[in-house]
């Protein structure tokens, strides 16, 4: 077919992808428009057009420089681009034609600042040559990401194949992910391996304020959605920042498990830019350091270069010569090891649980709003760690290794304190008493450890769970739906009341019931243990005082009905 459409009537919008805990704006995503314009219904059918008509690689190429020059219009240093790719571009026949890096220089943009978004929806019918551009454009600086994660059969084999610098979390996951146990349990998972293998995740389509909070808990490194911009073809109104916005100024981390600056280390960094010679005069003023940090021009971290790898060329005759040479310089980029890295906000326990997943890692590099900050050594790592197992036996229960008292005081002071939207659950037992008469201590205590095992199964990492003691546990939640609790809780106490049965002999699980003394000396029947749930809500609004006030009516009601359900009262 002809190349006859006219592009010049498309125009982009760009969205802002925001930094989600400091609102700083990271990059912006080039979104097409108008495409009714040249007849077509919806940017697919474009596409499809094009693909069909083998000429998507022509018009990309167009499109690509289009986008280009007015994104080099945004008035934000360093800000990035995220460039959507459709995947047949690969397949087209005059496909390596490719100028890109030749756009990148028209513009003065550095390859770095550009991301292209591969999605899974169209297959890559040639995998070895799909590999073969991926890696050129990682060996030009030109960055990857995974649009709409999650959404296909392949995501994972198309996140193995690609080295992909960031994970776009589809919208379907974050769509009431705080209503939602599945989706926030799928997202951190999906967020804890990302962080593992060094890439940063990025939530789509975030709309309402909870979305964004539930984002923030389960540590994504940036936030897209309606609730912070929308896409806008006018570029004067994107902002740098957008930490104006209230949600921003909120500091909703209830745990007290931060990071002792003083545990990490100040390295100095040098930039990526730099010569193999700039490497052999940093180890030489730096006699202490066996390795460097390696940060580009906006002060993040890119990896390390140890001196053990560049010492030959160091002790060679022709090596300082050799590493002078200016054509030499771009193999400092061969020497680069990746890192494993956290954010400050993240706290020990994240920090400790991605090295453990890093036994290979010399210690763990720190950053502040994306900026690198400093490292954390093994023997330091090692510190922090006694440090805190110390602080956690000293408060856990010691039967069931929960959190106990003070801890859960922790918690509800930070609650009020900071003025959050939480949820607490009180769970008690239902005549344990009898059970522990008539059974022993030792069953008594096999039915505390069934019930903590099973909130451990039902609730995600981002709960907080402890033990008061007995028969007594204790739940936090932080901005999550009623609805949500109320089923999650009601499943607990189904399963609780059909496992702890296995404890009891035939014939008392025949008959639904024991007979025993109750507190006054009577003998009657009690049924089979099961566990009552006391639901508070907490707003923003609630005093520490109203909530110590109603905290005992609220139990003795749960207790009194025994009421399968909890009871919910809003503060």
């Given amino acids: 077919m002809k190349k006859d459409l006219d592009i010049s009537k498309l125009d982009f919008a760009f969205q ?118 991926i890696n050129n454009l990682k060996q030009n600086s030109i960055n990857i990401a995974i649009d709409d994660f999650g959404t296909g059969i392949s995501g994972l084999h198309l996140l193995y194949i690609s080295d992909t610098t960031f994970i776009k979390i589809d919208r ?69 920042s957008y930490k104006d916005k209230s949600f921003f100024k909120k500091d909703r981390r209830h745990l007290s498990n931060y990071i002792d600056k003083s545990f990490i280390q100040k390295i100095d960094p040098i930039n990526e830019n730099s010569s193999l010679h700039d ?43 050799l590493a002078k040479n200016q054509s030499f310089k771009a193999k400092l980029k061969h020497y680069l090891q990746p890192v494993p890295e956290i954010d400050i906000s993240w706290g020990i326990d994240k920090a400790l649980e991605i090295f453990n997943m890093r036994n290979d890692a010399k210690g763990i590099f720190v950053s502040k709003d994306s900026i690198y900050y400093g490292f954390i050594s093994l023997n330091n790592l090692l510190l922090l760690s006694y440090k805190r197992n110390l602080e956690i036996a000293e408060n856990q229960n010691p039967l069931t290794k929960l959190p106990g008292n003070s801890q859960i005081d922790e918690f509800i002071y930070s609650v009020f304190d900071k003025k959050l939207q939480a949820q607490i659950v009180y769970f008690d037992f239902n005549d344990f008493k009898p059970f522990n008469d008539t ?53 607990i106490q189904k399963e609780f009341e059909l496992n702890v049965q296995s404890l ?17 000396g009577i003998i009657r029947e009690f049924k089979l243990l099961s566990v009552s749930a006391s639901i508070i809500e907490v707003s923003k609004n609630s005093s520490l005082e109203n909530f110590n006030s109603k905290l005992g009516a609220i139990k003795k009601a749960s207790k009194t009905k025994n009421s399968p359900f909890g009871i919910c009262i809003n503060m």
């Fill in 16 to 133: 802002p992808i925001i930094n989600t805990f400091s609102g700083k704006t990271f990059a912006v995503e080039a979104l097409l428009r108008n495409c009714q314009e040249l007849n077509f219904d919806s940017i697919k059918a474009f596409f499809d057009y094009l693909a069909n008509s083998e000429t998507l690689f022509y018009y990309d190429i167009k499109l690509r420089k289009k986008a280009l020059k007015k994104f080099n219009k945004i008035d934000i240093p360093n800000l990035k681009l995220f460039y959507n790719i459709d995947n047949r571009v690969f397949a087209m026949p005059n496909r390596k034609l490719d100028d890109t890096m030749g756009l990148l220089n028209e513009f003065n943009i550095k390859s770095d600042r550009l991301c292209f978004e591969l999605t899974e929806h169209n297959p890559f019918e040639d995998e070895k040559l799909f590999q073969e551009i």
């Fill in 172 to 240: 379907f996951f974050i769509e009431n992910i705080h209503k939602d146990h599945k989706k926030r349990l799928f997202c951190s998972s999906i967020v804890e391996m990302a962080h593992i293998m060094g890439i940063k995740v990025i939530a789509e389509g975030i709309e309402q304020n909870e979305e964004y909070f539930t984002c923030k808990d389960i540590k994504v490194d940036y936030v897209q959605g309606y609730l912070l911009c929308r896409p806008k073809t006018d570029i004067k109104e994107i902002k740098k």
């Fill in 279 to 321: 490497l052999f005069i940093y180890f030489k003023e730096h006699t202490k350091n066996t390795f460097v940090p390696i940060v580009n021009d906006e002060k993040k971290i890119l990896g390390a270069v140890y001196e053990v790898d560049i010492k030959k060329i160091s002790y060679s005759q022709y090596g300082l010569s």
């Fill in 439 to 491: 059974y022993g201590f030792r069953l008594g205590d096999r039915a505390i450890l069934m019930f903590s095992e099973i909130l451990q199964k039902h609730l995600s990492r981002e709960s907080f769970i402890a033990h008061i003691g007995g028969d007594d546990f204790f739940v936090g939640f932080i901005n999550m739906a009623y609805e949500n609790i109320y089923n999650i809780i009601f499943d």
């Fill in 504 to 520: 009891y002999n035939d014939t008392d699980t025949k008959n639904g019931h024991i007979t025993a003394k109750d507190r006054y």
